[in-house]
């Protein structure tokens, strides 16, 4: 057990690995994955580990490192729009790169974002008004439980937010502790071409790029606002850059909670309220956050604090453990819920570990 986990997460914290497998190719990665399930092994996929929280004690089992990379174009026209797959271990932001200079429409506000392309429809990665579930079209799998390929047409996927089938879709297949039933080997995504321009849908993006919310801008200047606004709260990740503990993170540690009506009323009249469907109101977890008396920078000097340039990050200062972690992300939701009768919800994934 040599290998430690905080290497391959951008929190930069757990522990050993017992065995860990790099899959630079589909083949190795399923073959890795069916000899630990024949094994009886329990198995941790990470790819650009932007969303795990890993706990000191490590995991105990095979940890498959998703290394794979590629972009195939099917179509580029303007009847079809362009058809992309890419391999699901290759870089996200790097693709999101691609697609403006392309002119694939629809991915530009998600600019920034870490991780692999394989994890965003697990998730449903969205930020700035945009989600991937607005362009995924088909998501390949290996199915761990009937041992065989299985591809999902965006509908099956049940795509909510910050959900999919994905998510949920987990088993127990070596004791008692569930793991995910399916590996994402590749996405295939559908873009409109619209002449390298975006719909803005978001306030704050409207306000940096100077239009209106659903006026058209140019996805290259949607793009760089977005970096912006993302580098200014400390969330744009650069592995070579170990002297800005606020990008030590995993971006957003807690989801917007989703509310009936009567727990949206019962909130104060100032807090933000926005309709999510199903007759859900959807609030912001930064403003419940920071009105509970945790601002940024809260915990400080660490080792472990809220981002000092944006409350809903939990960061690493340089010697955070992730139990120093997992001890602040409590203090800040069990005061969120005193405060407002809301129990935030962590999104990143835990690792041997929990909140509750």
């Keep these: 057990m040599t290998t430690s986990l905080a290497d391959l997460t ?59 990379e590629g972009v195939q174009v099917a179509s580029e026209d303007a009847c079809g729009g362009g058809i992309v797959t890419v391999a699901a271990g290759h870089r996200f ?28 429809p697990v998730q449903n990665v969205g930020a700035y008004g945009q989600e991937v579930a607005q362009t995924v079209e088909t998501v390949r799998t290996f199915d761990r439980v009937e041992r065989r ?17 994905l998510k949920r879709s987990r088993v127990a297949l070596h004791g008692d502790h569930p793991e995910s ?14 002449a390298n321009a975006s719909e803005v849908r978001y306030p704050e993006l409207a306000r940096r790029l100077g239009v209106q919310v659903g006026d058209l801008a140019p996805a290259r200047d949607v793009r760089a606002a977005v970096l912006e606004l993302r580098a200014g709260k400390g969330m744009v990740w650069d592995p070579a850059d170990r002297s800005d503990h606020d990008t030590w993170s995993a971006g957003s540690f807690f989801t917007n909670p989703l509310l009936t009506p009567d727990e949206a009323a019962a909130l104060p009249s100032d807090a933000p309220r926005f309709p999510a469907g199903d007759g859900l109101v959807k609030t912001s977890a930064a403003w419940l956050i920071d009105h509970a008396g945790f601002g940024k920078g809260f915990g400080a000097p660490g080792p472990a604090t809220l981002s000092t340039k944006h409350t809903l990050a939990l960061t690493n200062r340089g010697s955070a453990t992730a139990a ?10 069990d005061g969120v819920e005193q405060t407002f009768g809301v129990r935030l919800v962590n999104e990143p994934v835990l690792v041997g570990a929990a909140l509750t």
């Design 149 to 165: 390929q299985r591809t999902f047409v965006a509908a099956e996927l049940d795509f909510g937010y910050r959900t999919s089938l």
């Design 10 to 68: 951008t929190l930069r914290v757990g522990g050993p690995a017992r065995r860990l497998v790099h899959a630079r190719t589909e083949t190795e990665l399923v073959d890795a994955v069916s000899a630990a399930d024949a094994a009886g092994e329990p198995l941790l996929l990470v790819a650009g580990g932007s969303n795990l929280l890993v706990a000191d004690a490590g995991f105990d089992g095979t940890v498959v490192h998703v290394a794979t």
């Design 181 to 194: 039933r399916y590996v994402v080997l590749d996405v295939t995504f559908q873009f409109p071409l619209r």
């Design 93 to 120: 932001d790097d693709f999101v790169a691609t697609a403006v200079e392309r002119g694939w429409a629809g991915v530009e506000a998600l600019s920034g974002i870490p991780g692999s392309v394989g994890a965003t």
């Design 324 to 333: 120093d972690l997992l001890d602040l992300a409590r203090t800040v939701a």
